[in-house]
């Protein structure tokens, strides 16, 4: 070419990544999906084919437009070089090159026959990335998916790839209509925003369920056993009713096994397809199943390969026999039990395999149980791994093997136990078991997710027995990560008051001794109820401290050793119940009077605990035991001996149906000391007492001996003693007894997914128990206050200053100067105030059971725990305190 020619070679259209055509605030970038943008116009027309000579020389290489790359960094993405021979091919390869960087919204090459030119359009620099219209999901779910963040060049793909990325998230949740679109806000020095505009939608429910091919059972049968649900009223509150694919293979698996165990051995799913409706709000679900034959179980046999496994002795333990419906689940139990037969001989990785025999012609099932032969395992080294807080040695030390014992699958159950029942990880932890360096060698890998075990709790509540309430407390069960538990907590509320600091120890040394304490102060007031009022009867303060030390005698017993010592102070109101100086026994009552005072209490004890629980925090099965006693005598001014003993079953039942039984029952015996002629050895406060809320359907301390007191309606012609219960003369006071017993049996009920999520556990029970043996009281009867000549009732009058009581003479009147008595008793001298008859009768005191049914909600509430009763007493006797209703709000129970 002897002429100059200036030519440009522009972008491809599928090429350009130019996003703006002008200069808008917020220009929409893509829905779902970010479309191509519409071809720019070319600056210059695109050269004429025979513009270009077919191969030139490369003269210069010219970059302009660049602002914060340099210009060597833009050459070094092109094969271009000066010196080098291209043609048109060359410059639309060097086009693609920029493309591929990613670093350019526009960009073109301008050739002057040899001398190029290129000229960039660099993308924007992301100064924020904002998230709107996220209501469901919280940004700290989002945000780790977005791949785009601030000072990242931006870049069209990687918009495309966060909007997928999003609208995925929104998927899992079963938001299928989600959309997000992104939008781009631009500011000065080639920032931009990216917001993404997201619309969350509905969430996608499944309308409905059907089942083709099924006769032998119902769809509602089958439909229990899928974990999806249909939307409806029953399913309010469950989160199963959301769409889900993996579910619905989850379900595919469930119904297939409700097959098996049934003995349709041949039963297959053929198809399961989700049809979203047009409005993408709702799935219609259709499976299409093939039932089979039903088969029973054939020949069922074993052999074993290894010497320790007698297969006589097994095949007699097979819970198979010949001739019954055969049951998948049941074999896959038996592999298991097996497996964990040969674990507990060291064979961590025996060999179980069942061969089955179909034989369609009689529909029989034969089973062989093969046990390989395998190697005695040894435990080569133990792994612990994602604990942060917890030190090791704390998992550790409740491994039930070490490095270099035997394996033993009892062993490895009971060590995932012990570290549930410790409640520092998340629930149901299993130890894995890995093939060690050598086929006799085995890793048990523990793999924990650490939770919170801090406590800091400040809530304000209303109680059926506590009335307003307020505590504040601070608790950590894995102080610096050792185990260590710290505690301090303060209560108050219009009965009851109280503060305490605790430290315990588990491992001493780090030997397997506990050893404990905690210093205390309770004030109580108690009260009996005079109907609907309720009154303080006697305030009782304890100051005191307690140390305790506990050993491990055995895997499964533990020895428990305490003192305390208490100091005392049981005061009553004197403006109520004393006469001068002196307790009122009238007004009080006797037993009460003998109760007040300082005393010193120095008490020795001991628990022998025996607990095999699966997880002691929530158990579904096992059993425990303890009995405990406490000595009273080693100093103060107290002296008895009270022994209790306690025990408590669980039950699984399947389907997370929980049986729980328990039984307690103790005895105070007192020695030294002789007691006053009208009152217990046991003194009240140290006394056991029965009722709400050990004992639902009545009312605390509902249960047992006690006096009430009544009012006499004073008529001289018929006195008579008003025991109505809305008579608000009647005073209730609850004596308690030396001893008690308790029973319970309650079944926990499971709830679907959504309710669980909310924290609700409910519970149907049974409650028996009774409180008794106490000295009777000396009573004051309305015999006291009769004239024995006529029968009349009396009224007693005391003298205000002295103290002294006498009974009232009769009435007289005076008409005419003649003087006659009126029958009536009420007159009292000079100096002395009346005081009205009353009767107090004593009731309760047998080891006769009262009985309640019932049903009650634990819920785990956003303002604390929260548990709900409604008992009914089936069984009780003269003089008990009944109540139906009861909760509590805002306290532990």
Sequence with gaps: MNSVASHKFSARTQLSVALLAGTMLATPLMAQEVAPPPVPAPTVPAPAP????????????????????????????????????????????????????????????????????????????????ILEGNKRLKEDKIRPEIKLAPRQIFTRSKVRADVARIIELYKRQGRFAATVEPKMVSLDQNRVDVVFEINEGPKSKVRQINIIGNEKFSDGDLKDEMATKETGLLTILSSNTSYDPDRLAYDQQKVRLFYLTNGYADFRVISAVAELTSNKQDFIITYVVEEGERYKFGDVDVQSEIRDFQPEMLKKLLPMKTGDWYDAKLVEDTVESLSETAGLFGYAFADINPEFRRNPD???????????????????????????????????????????????????????????????????????????????????????????????????????????????????????????????????????????????????????????????????????????????????????????????LTEFMSFFGRYSINFDDVTLDRSIYYFGDECDPLVAGRYLCDAIGNRTTSLLGYTLAYDDRDNRIRPTRGQSLSLSQDFAGLGGSVKYVRTRLAGTKHFNLGSRFI?????????????????TPTS?????????????????????????????????????????????????????????????????????????????????????????????????????????????????????????TTGVSQFATETTTTTDGVTTGTGQYTTCPTGFSSLAPFEERFFGDTWMPRVSIGAGVNWNSPFGPFRIDFAYALRKEEGDDTKRFSFNVGTQF
Aim: some cysteine; proline content about 4%.
């Design 659 to 675: 049986l729980n039984i328990s039984a307690e029952g103790g005895y105070i015996y007192p020695f030294g000391g002789r007691p």
């Design 680 to 800: 217990d050895k046991v003194r009240l406060t140290d006394r056991f007492f029965l009722g709400e809320p050990q004992m639902r359907g009545f009312d605390i301390r509902g249960i047992g001996p006690r006096v009430i007191r009544y009012a006499a309606t004073y008529d001289p012609l018929n006195p008579v003693i008003d025991t109505s219960n809305d008579n608000r003369g009647q005073i209730d006071d609850a004596l308690g007894g030396r001893a008690y017993y308790q029973g319970r049996v309650e079944l926990d009920i499971p709830l679907g997914t959504g309710a669980k999520e909310l924290g609700l556990r409910p519970s149907i029970f049974l409650d028996v128990g009774s409180v008794f043996s106490v000295k009777r009281p000396t009573l004051t009867t309305l015999d006291d206050f009769r004239d024995p000549a006529d029968g009349f009732t009396k009224f007693l009058c005391r003298n205000a």
């Design 362 to 552: 009689d529909r029989t099932m034969a089973i062989t149980f093969n046990v390989g032969e395998s190697p005695r395992t040894y435990v080569e080294r133990i792994d612990v791994n994602g604990n942060t807080l917890t030190h090791d040695k704390v998992v550790r030390r409740e491994f039930r093997l070490n490095e270099g014992d035997a394996f033993n699958s009892f062993g490895v159950k009971r060590t995932e136990n012990r570290i549930n029942s410790l409640g520092y990880f998340q629930e149901n932890l299993e130890i894995e078991r890995k093939e060690g360096s050598a086929p006799d060698r085995i890793i048990l890998e523990t793999n924990v997710e650490e939770k919170p075990t801090g406590e800091l709790s400040l809530s304000a509540g209303f109680s059926s027995i506590e009335n307003f309430l307020l505590q504040a407390s601070i608790r950590q069960r894995n102080f610096r990560g050792l185990g260590q538990q710290l505690q301090a907590s303060v209560n108050y509320s219009s009965y009851s008051k109280s503060i305490e600091l605790g430290f315990t120890e588990p491992y001493l040394f780090d030997r397997n001794i506990s050893i404990g304490g905690s210093v205390y102060r309770r004030d109580l007031n108690s009260f009996n109820f005079i109907d609907n009022d309720r009154r303080t009867t006697f305030e009782q303060v304890t100051t005191g401290a307690q140390v305790n030390v506990g050993v491990p």
């Design 50 to 129: 025979e513009a270009v000579p077919t191969a030139t020389t490369v003269q210069s290489i010219t970059v302009v437009g660049n602002q914060r790359l340099e210009a060597q960094t833009i050459l070094s993405y092109l094969r271009l070089r000066v010196g080098q021979q291209y043609d048109r091919a060359v410059l639309d390869q060097a086009l693609k090159d920029l493309a591929a960087t990613e670093l350019f919204k526009d960009f073109q090459i301008t050739d002057n026959n040899g001398a190029l030119t290129i000229q960039v359009t660099e993308n924007p620099v992301i100064n924020r990335v």
